[in-house]
């Protein structure tokens, strides 16, 4: 980075796994490359959906652009709207293959870390950004154990021991409407996501003290 470019904020997705052709997180990060979004210039990559090669790609990533903010992208399918992810769990536990052929079970992210972190993100003053403007949304607790989950924790790993200035999170989509067809599930168009994202970009690069509200869950 030259003395006077903007600062970055690194946006990443994951390749398409489990037999479908595309990965919504992906288009996202793809399609908000190149943008400005709060003075910040957008790097949107692809991450490999591996547990051998993604954390390694994204530590690649932050070396090369020294991102002041990263926000990690995945598809949850079958959820109805955007899931901003608070906690990350050094567990895999694969419930199916990743694209490399591995299924690692009730294995740790990082050995010797601790057993979870917190995104770094406002997620409340974005979810109340995303719920203002009509978008199905909520806060959800748990993101998984599979490489979603594995990258949300390298991320905050790394966070917490290399970049300690750097804040990050992880945010989960849905499927696209044709991919909710096929599985008879819920779907949101693409262009939605993408505003969506914007929105919790803007709100993540301009929001230092998180919102104070109830967002919990009964179960």
């Given at each position: 980075m030259?003395?006077?470019?903007?600062?970055?904020?690194?946006?990443?997705?994951?390749?398409?796994?489990?037999?479908?052709q595309?990965?919504?997180?992906?288009?996202?990060?793809?399609?908000?490359?190149?943008?400005?979004?709060?003075?910040?210039?957008?790097?949107?990559?692809?991450?490999?959906?591996e547990?051998?090669?993604?954390?390694?790609?994204?530590?690649t990533?932050?070396?090369?652009?020294?991102?002041?903010?990263?926000?990690?992208?995945?598809?949850?399918?079958?959820?109805?709207?955007?899931?901003?992810?608070?906690?990350?769990?050094?567990?895999?536990?694969?419930?199916?293959?990743?694209?490399?052929?591995?299924?690692?079970?009730?294995?740790?992210v990082?050995?010797?870390?601790?057993?979870?972190?917190?995104?770094?993100?406002?997620?409340?003053?974005?979810?109340?950004?995303?719920?203002?403007?009509?978008?199905?949304?909520?806060?959800?607790?748990?993101?998984?154990?599979?490489?979603?989950?594995?990258?949300?924790?390298?991320?905050?790993?790394?966070?917490?021991?290399?970049?300690?200035?750097?804040?990050g999170?992880?945010?989960?989509?849905p499927?696209?409407?044709?991919?909710?067809?096929?599985?008879?599930g819920?779907?949101?168009?693409?262009?939605?996501m993408?505003?969506?994202v914007?929105?919790?970009?803007?709100?993540?690069?301009?929001?230092?003290?998180?919102?104070?509200?109830?967002?919990?869950?009964?179960?």
């Amino acid at each position: 980075m030259k003395m006077h470019d903007p600062p970055i904020a690194l946006v990443t997705g994951f390749e398409p796994f489990d037999g479908e052709q595309v990965n919504p997180s992906a288009e996202i990060a793809l399609a908000l490359n190149g943008a400005t979004i709060a003075a910040h210039r957008i790097v949107g990559a692809t991450l490999p959906t591996e547990f051998a090669r993604s954390l390694s790609a994204l530590e690649t990533l932050i070396a090369a652009h020294r991102p002041a903010l990263v926000l990690a992208l995945g598809v949850a399918g079958g959820r109805t709207g955007i899931s901003l992810e608070r906690v990350a769990i050094n567990l895999i536990d694969a419930r199916i293959a990743d694209n490399a052929g591995a299924q690692p079970i009730d294995v740790a992210v990082v050995e010797n870390a601790p057993n979870a972190y917190f995104s770094t993100l406002p997620i409340k003053a974005m979810l109340a950004r995303l719920v203002d403007a009509e978008i199905p949304a909520a806060i959800s607790h748990s993101a998984g154990t599979f490489v979603c989950n594995q990258v949300f924790f390298g991320l905050a790993h790394l966070l917490a021991t290399k970049h300690s200035r750097v804040r990050g999170g992880f945010v989960h989509v849905p499927w696209l409407p044709e991919q909710a067809q096929r599985h008879a599930g819920s779907g949101m168009a693409l262009a939605l996501m993408i505003d969506a994202v914007k929105l919790c970009l803007q709100v993540a690069l301009t929001t230092r003290d998180d919102l104070h509200y109830t967002a919990g869950t009964t179960h």
